[in-house]
């Protein structure tokens, strides 16, 4: 066999199950985190406006946009634009920054949000730390009914032994016995106004995003911030607001 032959045979090897895998969760990994960076840049030199988001007279409930921790709103912008172009009125919340302060305090400025633009129907479309402000708003702060449901991708529900090793302060909510986390789980009966979208492998929360008593989709994708930019997932949104809205 000459050279030549024998690269060619070796290039047709497959790895066993298990190593092809880890392989594709690797890979995952390095997109997930190179996808995070440039959207992040991207926001810094784009500073989108939220206006371009909005409708003035919808026909379907508001959206408000629930980013991430260290996320700004414009992170979401793939599925805003989405939902924008399916007619929805989609609104982000200012005061949250980046979103570095603690669930309760990041509720409060949502609620806040929702009473000063007197908003009595609408929707929370969420990406990881948003779902779980979007469940404190939905078991503590909704007394007046406006929020009718949650849309929540890749929210860590259960908390991700990772936020162990990491010793920031706040990362320490995701950590699964966390307080935060334990008042949450208590709260089962808003579950059934929850969608929880995740995929198929999360580098940041290992055990997934299922939630017991919620309408979970799960998805083929990989990855904890890229999927925020796949058809798949906005497609699965889409789906997750018609299940709140029936």
Not at 130 to 139: A, D, M, N, R, T
Not at 143 to 168: D, K, W, Y
Not at 207 to 234: K, M, W, Y
């Amino acid at each position: 066999m000459d050279r030549s032959t024998a690269r060619r045979s070796l290039g047709r090897v497959r790895l066993p199950g298990p190593l092809s895998e880890a392989g594709t969760n690797l890979d995952a990994w390095v997109r997930d985190y190179a996808y995070a960076l440039r959207r992040q840049a991207s926001g810094e030199i784009r500073r989108p406006k939220p206006r371009r988001y909005r409708l003035s007279t919808p026909e379907t409930p508001v959206i408000i946009l629930l980013p991430g921790i260290y996320e700004t709103w414009a992170f979401m912008l793939p599925v805003a634009e989405t939902l924008r172009a399916r007619g929805y009125d989609v609104h982000a919340v200012l005061d949250l920054g980046r979103n570095g302060g603690t669930i309760e305090d990041m509720a409060g400025r949502v609620d806040a949000y929702i009473r000063r633009e007197g908003i009595s129907h609408c929707l929370l479309v969420a990406h990881s730390k948003g779902g779980l402000i979007g469940k404190l708003l939905l078991s503590r702060y909704n007394t007046a009914g406006a929020i009718h449901g949650l849309v929540a991708i890749n929210t860590p529900f259960a908390g991700s032994p990772l936020a162990r090793l990491l010793p920031l302060p706040a990362l320490r909510v995701f950590q699964p016995r966390s307080p935060e986390l334990a008042e949450l789980a208590a709260s089962r009966e808003v579950d059934r106004h929850i969608v929880s979208i995740y995929g198929r492998f999360d580098p940041h929360i290992p055990g997934g995003s299922h939630l017991e008593g919620a309408h979970n989709i799960q998805l083929e994708t990989r990855g904890h911030f890229r999927p925020l930019a796949d058809a798949r997932v906005h497609e699965a949104v889409l789906e997750g607001i018609q299940h709140l809205t029936d």
